[in-house]
């Protein structure tokens, strides 16, 4: 099997970490399961996703307030961005262009903020077309790692979180659920604290307006 395209790190990096010699690939298929499973708690957690991705015409609800949090961050500043607002308030698909002199964009926070006026507070009355995330590439050659991008924080907890569960992977108490089926677990937030990643999860999180 290979890892998914969203993996945070590389079944090579976590092996060093552990001290597998690279050499023994008798763990690899369990470090690969571990390493998409961990990639994807952390992703819940944070509620964002971390791979950079093009959305086309992702709708929005209006906030009431001047800003408006885009579902993933940091924005590209290079790529293609647009901002729409439908043109009633009923669910018709018909949108007008709001011109980028009548907002900012935070790219890091991934925040727009409406200059001068509101967000009608209203379901799906937005929507934009944006890209956003890091690109990052872990399973495929050339990689492109977390650490290179500057986020290896990020990388560690991911190293930090498979090592607890491929330790502990028949054991119960400091995780809080476990399947085998699809191999999938939850951590307890006081556990993470424990490890020491859970400042840096809060870190990458997505933030509230409210």
């Known amino acids: ?10 079944v090579a990096r976590q092996k060093i970490f552990l001290g597998i010699a690279a050499a023994d690939t008798t763990y690899d298929t369990m470090l690969e399961i571990l390493i ?12 964002r996703t ?3 991705t093009a959305y086309s015409n992702t709708e929005l609800d209006g906030t009431g ?4 949090l885009l579902p993933n961050f940091p924005v590209s500043t290079t790529a293609t961005f647009s901002l729409e607002e439908r043109d009633t308030a009923l669910n018709i698909s018909t949108w007008t262009s709001i011109d980028s002199d009548n907002f900012h964009i935070d790219f890091n926070a991934g925040i ?13 009355h937005y929507r934009v077309t944006y890209t956003a995330g890091y690109a990052f590439k872990n399973n495929a050659a050339p990689l492109v790692t977390l650490e290179s991008l500057k986020i290896g924080d990020l990388e560690y907890a991911v190293w930090k979180l498979v090592t607890e569960a491929f330790y502990k992977r028949k054991q119960t108490g400091d995780i809080q659920s476990e399947s085998i089926g ?4 939850t951590y307890s937030q006081e556990q993470l604290s424990i490890m020491g990643v859970l400042d840096i999860l809060n870190h990458y999180r997505r933030p509230s307006l409210f």
């Open 1 to 10: 099997m290979a890892l998914n395209d969203t993996a945070l790190t590389t």
């Open 36 to 47: 998409d499973m961990v990639s994807d708690f952390i992703e819940t957690f944070c509620d």
């Open 50 to 52: 971390f791979l950079q």
């Open 65 to 68: 307030t001047s800003k408006l």
């Open 112 to 124: 727009l903020d409406f200059l001068g006026n509101i967000f009608k507070e209203l379901p799906r």
């Open 182 to 185: 699809d191999y999938s677990v």
